[in-house]
């Protein structure tokens, strides 16, 4: 009497599924569902907006750069400020209503 | 640097140039050089003959999003006359340079110095004609056309038409048409938007023009498929002309299906009676006039069936490899992982895997095979599935349109390989 034969092989995708299925147990079913398909569409990060972007591309240029010293002399919490403490004022905006 | 690494590689009809387009944004044209006298034995080189920035970024104020200047396709057109024009385009904007070169400067001008300052009109007293006179060879790029604004998704693809006149764009859901010559309008041919985008199912990943029908293209899918429209049919494409589809074997269906399926190039042959398709690890070949199976199908790396696991958490399984064929259509040549890249003979269905890296080939030394071993025991000059790396990946290829000659684009490095002369 010939031994009865399992046939059926795991193919090596369906291993790998099951291997995939058991790290991520929330996948969804569809995989090249809506998700992935827009996932796909808008590759990138998103910013805030451009000036965002402008501040994130200069850093991009500027890492070698060291940081700039940050102010010694705390002006708030510390202490009350006196008008000698606080930043001189570079430009002096004339009034219209004085001219 | 991470803006040197190529993204496209193009010969032109002739094979005289080869351009290379990265993510920096630049093109560089290589140009074969005339074989000297004393070596006939020894095709000429490619030096470099022209360098431009052709794109930069931008940014779009409505999406908030960064536009890349990494050029995705340089596409030559045919030369009509001195100059060399091509097409090459990032995700949103395609570019029409011509390149020129300038061999010949006027000299004698009466208004100017040789300097180019202006003389005192008064001091002129006697007129002269301007000489001709020959200078070193210069070459220079200029933008001729700018097609904008057409694209609301990444463009993939161009493909110039072979009527000389035309050429199409596509982005993951549209087709346009252009005219080179106008660029304040296209025409869309195939639209796949679904109203609703959580009803989106698939995507356009490439399109490509007859070689000679110039009412023919084909586009191909994330899901397999390839659609072929016929423009005499009508000005909006969305109905096929044909449909080409392998079936599947439902039991062995499994979560990786899908998106092994997805189709990363499409490219007819140069006779026009064949088309290849690229997916993740196979090539195929299909007859025109059969659409239900393809006539040839070649295993890339079928290795890689038991690592989808990891290839997918790494992202490599959405790699996009591109395929090409060899001037008399008898041979196919794609990439691979690990810097390895495969041609298939298509008479004798020999097969073989090369490798480009400096490591491996010295300038003139004979390319040796390459073996990656599937199997418990691993041979001598075997490389083993786990040891590949992932990182050195060749996506983009290219063949000379008349000579065995090969271009192959191994991260930021391109390798030029020549058949040996006898």
Same mark, same amino acid.
């Given at each position: 009497?010939?031994?009865?034969?399992?046939?059926?092989?795991?193919?090596?995708?369906?291993?790998?599924? /099951? *291997?995939? !299925?058991?790290?991520?147990?929330? %996948?969804?079913?569809? &995989?090249?569902?809506?998700?992935?398909?827009?996932?796909?569409?808008?590759?990138?990060?998103?910013?805030?907006?451009?000036?965002?972007?402008?501040? /994130? *591309?200069? !850093?991009?240029?500027?890492?070698? %750069?060291?940081?700039? &010293?940050?102010?010694?002399?705390?002006?708030?919490?510390?202490?009350?400020?006196?008008?000698?403490?606080?930043?001189?004022?570079?430009?002096?905006? /004339?009034?219209?209503?004085?001219? | 640097?991470?803006?040197?690494?190529?993204?496209?590689?193009?010969?032109?009809?002739?094979?005289?140039?080869?351009?290379?387009?990265?993510?920096?944004?630049?093109?560089?044209?290589?140009?074969?050089?005339?074989?000297?006298?004393?070596?006939?034995?020894?095709?000429?080189?490619?030096?470099?003959?022209?360098?431009?920035?052709?794109?930069?970024?931008?940014?779009?104020?409505?999406?908030?999003?960064?536009?890349?200047?990494?050029?995705?396709?340089?596409?030559?057109?045919?030369?009509?006359?001195?100059?060399?024009?091509?097409?090459?385009?990032?995700?949103?904007?395609?570019?029409?340079?011509?390149?020129?070169?300038?061999?010949?400067?006027?000299?004698?001008?009466?208004?100017?110095?040789?300097?180019?300052?202006?003389?005192?009109?008064?001091?002129?007293?006697?007129?002269?004609?301007?000489?001709?006179?020959?200078?070193?060879?210069?070459?220079?790029?200029?933008?001729?056309?700018?097609?904008?604004?057409?694209?609301?998704?990444?463009?993939?693809?161009?493909?110039?038409?072979?009527?000389?006149?035309?050429?199409?764009?596509?982005?993951?859901?549209?087709?346009?048409?252009?005219?080179?010559?106008?660029?304040?309008?296209?025409?869309?041919?195939?639209?796949?938007?679904?109203?609703?985008?959580?009803?989106?199912?698939?995507?356009?990943?490439?399109?490509?023009?007859?070689?000679?029908?110039?009412?023919?293209?084909?586009?191909?899918?994330?899901?397999?498929?390839?659609?072929?429209?016929?423009?005499?049919?009508?000005?909006?494409?969305?109905?096929?002309?044909?449909?080409?589809?392998?079936?599947?074997?439902?039991?062995?269906?499994?979560?990786?299906?899908?998106?092994?399926?997805?189709?990363?190039?499409?490219?007819?042959?140069?006779?026009?009676?064949?088309?290849?398709?690229?997916?993740?690890?196979?090539?195929?070949?299909?007859?025109?006039?059969?659409?239900?199976?393809?006539?040839?199908?070649?295993?890339?790396?079928?290795?890689?069936?038991?690592?989808?696991?990891?290839?997918?958490?790494?992202?490599?399984?959405?790699?996009?490899?591109?395929?090409?064929?060899?001037?008399?259509?008898?041979?196919?040549?794609?990439?691979?992982?690990?810097?390895?890249?495969?041609?298939?003979?298509?008479?004798?269905?020999?097969?073989?895997?090369?490798?480009?890296?400096?490591?491996?080939?010295?300038?003139?030394?004979?390319?040796?095979?390459?073996?990656?071993?599937?199997?418990?025991?691993?041979?001598?000059?075997?490389?083993?599935?786990?040891?590949?790396?992932?990182?050195?990946?060749?996506?983009?290829?290219?063949?000379?349109?008349?000579?065995?000659?090969?271009?192959?684009?191994?991260?930021?490095?391109?390798?030029?390989?020549?058949?040996?002369?006898?």
């Amino acid at each position: 009497m010939k031994p009865i034969v399992n046939d059926t092989v795991v193919s090596p995708e369906k291993v790998e599924e /099951a *291997k995939l !299925k058991a790290r991520y147990p929330g %996948l969804g079913a569809k &995989p090249g569902g809506s998700d992935l398909l827009r996932k796909r569409l808008q590759k990138g990060p998103k910013y805030f907006d451009s000036g965002d972007y402008n501040m /994130a *591309k200069a !850093k991009m240029k500027n890492k070698s %750069l060291p940081l700039a &010293p940050v102010e010694k002399t705390e002006i708030t919490g510390g202490h009350i400020p006196t008008p000698q403490d606080l930043p001189q004022r570079k430009t002096v905006l /004339a009034s219209k209503l004085a001219g | 640097m991470v803006s040197d690494i190529i993204s496209t590689v193009e010969f032109n009809y002739s094979g005289e140039l080869l351009a290379t387009g990265d993510k920096g944004g630049r093109v560089v044209i290589f140009q074969h050089e005339q074989e000297s006298k004393n070596r006939p034995h020894l095709r000429g080189e490619y030096n470099v003959y022209s360098t431009f920035q052709s794109h930069e970024p931008e940014f779009d104020y409505l999406k908030s999003l960064e536009i890349e200047e990494k050029i995705n396709k340089i596409r030559w057109l045919q030369q009509q006359n001195a100059a060399h024009f091509l097409l090459s385009t990032n995700d949103k904007t395609i570019k029409l340079w011509k390149i020129s070169e300038r061999d010949k400067r006027a000299e004698g001008y009466n208004l100017k110095d040789e300097d180019g300052r202006l003389r005192d009109p008064f001091r002129i007293t006697s007129l002269r004609v301007p000489v001709l006179m020959p200078m070193d060879l210069m070459v220079e790029a200029s933008p001729r056309r700018i097609f904008a604004n057409a694209h609301t998704y990444h463009i993939n693809s161009i493909s110039v038409n072979s009527d000389h006149e035309t050429y199409l764009s596509a982005d993951d859901l549209r087709i346009n048409l252009w005219h080179l010559e106008i660029t304040d309008r296209s025409f869309n041919i195939v639209d796949i938007k679904p109203a609703n985008m959580e009803e989106l199912t698939e995507v356009i990943t490439a399109a490509e023009c007859h070689p000679h029908q110039c009412n023919v293209f084909v586009y191909s899918s994330s899901k397999g498929t390839i659609r072929l429209c016929d423009m005499r049919a009508g000005a909006l494409c969305d109905r096929h002309s044909k449909f080409f589809e392998e079936p599947e074997d439902p039991s062995s269906r499994s979560f990786f299906s899908e998106i092994i399926s997805s189709i990363s190039d499409v490219k007819f042959s140069h006779s026009g009676r064949y088309m290849m398709t690229r997916d993740y690890l196979s090539v195929k070949v299909w007859d025109l006039n059969m659409e239900n199976r393809p006539v040839e199908t070649y295993q890339v790396h079928e290795y890689l069936r038991s690592k989808l696991c990891s290839l997918y958490e790494n992202d490599c399984i959405f790699d996009k490899f591109e395929c090409c064929w060899n001037g008399s259509d008898s041979a196919i040549m794609t990439g691979s992982y690990n810097n390895f890249f495969r041609m298939f003979d298509r008479n004798t269905r020999r097969d073989i895997t090369l490798e480009a890296s400096r490591e491996s080939s010295k300038p003139r030394a004979t390319l040796k095979p390459r073996k990656v071993s599937t199997g418990g025991k691993r041979k001598k000059d075997e490389i083993s599935v786990d040891s590949l790396d992932f990182n050195k990946k060749i996506l983009h290829t290219a063949w000379h349109p008349k000579d065995n000659v090969i271009a192959v684009a191994a991260t930021n490095n391109l390798y030029i390989f020549q058949d040996k002369i006898n």
